[in-house]
């Protein structure tokens, strides 16, 4: 089995987040994705945050028709800090030997990554998907001396979307795969802006994630 961790803060889950993932799951052939909301994420100020029970449930109520996605809640219910390569670890444990995990994420954090805890091991224990984000370009990838050496013109060319996807083998033996997605500008700030000034939010956000937002007075 293939299966994908989306993790993220997903402060609200939006369209945007279902669309990554749903290219990810047919480009890949995954068998799933599990979607793994933050408790109180490392890198995000806690103020910043809708409570995380909030969180959770509307990252139920957007994946629920969608046989494929699935919800972790141990991150989101746990009282202390998470850390990807702690989850990574807990849930390689879970799954029957030889299943292979793709941890998904986004260019925009991917080139922050080097702060993380122990991001090398996170390469060891699974194939990595780097997702193209707006404002950000697969290029910055090529100064980052923790990969493998790619060259420049092939990361040109994701950023050209002349190609869409990279397969970058690493020294663990597993792979990291770079996919240029068809630009999708849904910021989950912006629409917290949005809700905080009354604006309509309907076209950003599964129709069950919007009433929730409305029903228990979330980011207002």
């Known amino acids: 089995m293939f299966i994908g961790l989306l993790g993220g803060s997903f402060n609200p889950i939006h369209n945007g987040h279902l669309h990554i993932a749903n290219h990810v799951y047919q480009t890949l052939q995954l068998h799933q994705i599990i979607f793994i909301p933050t408790g109180d994420p490392p890198h995000k ?21 969608f046989e494929p996605f699935v919800v972790d809640d141990r991150e989101a219910l746990s009282p202390t800090v998470s850390y990807s390569i702690d989850t990574i670890t807990r849930l390689k444990h879970t799954f029957p030997h030889g299943t292979e995990l793709g941890f998904i994420i986004g260019l925009d954090a991917f080139v922050e990554f080097p702060s993380w805890k122990q991001a090398t091991h996170v390469l060891e224990l699974c194939h990595v998907i ?21 060259p420049l013109t092939k990361l040109q060319s994701l950023d050209q979307q002349t190609t869409t996807r990279l397969d970058i083998p690493l020294p663990s033996g597993n792979r990291m795969t770079l996919l240029s997605l068809p630009p999708c500008e849904i910021s989950a700030s912006h629409i917290r802006e949005q809700i905080a000034l009354k604006h309509q939010i309907e076209h950003w956000l599964p129709p069950a994630v919007e009433s929730y937002i409305i029903q228990h007075n979330v980011y207002q």
């Open 45 to 65: 100020p806690a103020n910043s945050l809708a409570p995380a029970h909030h969180r959770l449930q509307m990252v139920k109520l957007a994946t629920e028709p």
């Open 130 to 150: 780097v997702c193209s984000r707006p404002g950000f370009t697969f290029t910055q990838l090529h100064s980052l001396d923790f990969l493998p050496p790619s």
